[in-house]
């Protein structure tokens, strides 16, 4: 899957990355999981780059996907996203969600829960004011509108 916003390009992860995600997160396991797994299309993982740079390449800043959420039961997908702490703070995670989240009704999504980012406290501001709301301790959700205009309602889903 590949998403085109204002300011990145979110494409997929292929094993090429590796030595380049290894480096960014310092994390041979966490560059593994993103790298070595096989999902359903449904359930996309994207490299967030900065395309265009001045040596006319993409450099990598972080990562974002949508996972299984089995634990709710309800369909809800599961948001991850991560972003290198020197692009922090910067617009790029929202802009990368927003990327996400325009995709995700027409993948039949309906629900989207964000739970280890809720821990953060940047991110959980973040993810509020793009309406998501608690649903438990350290668990945001977000319910898809059905209907065209805002593309987003912030109803309550159940977590169970």
């Avoid at 096989?38 to 993409?58: F, N």
């Avoid at 509020?128 to 959700?141: D, E, I």
Wanted: aromatic content about 6%; overall charge positive; glycine content about 10%.
């Amino acid at each position: 899957m590949f998403i085109r916003s204002e300011r990145l390009f979110l494409r997929p992860v292929w094993a090429e990355d590796r030595d380049e995600l290894v480096a960014l997160t310092r994390d041979e396991l966490t560059a593994q999981a993103w790298i070595g797994h096989a999902h359903p299309p449904r359930y996309p993982r994207c490299l967030i780059t900065l395309p265009d740079q001045a040596d006319g390449g993409a450099h990598v800043i972080g990562t974002i996907g949508i996972g299984q959420c089995d634990r709710l039961g309800d369909g809800a997908a599961a948001l991850h996203l991560w972003v290198a702490p020197e692009r922090r703070r910067q617009g790029f995670g929202k802009e990368a969600v927003l990327a996400v989240l325009a995709l995700l009704r027409s993948l039949g999504h309906d629900q989207i829960v964000a739970r280890h980012i809720a821990a953060s406290g940047p991110a959980r501001q973040l993810l509020t004011k793009l309406g998501f709301v608690p649903t438990g301790p350290m668990q945001l959700a977000l319910r898809l509108a059905p209907a065209a205009g805002n593309p987003f309602d912030a109803g309550f889903c159940h977590a169970a």
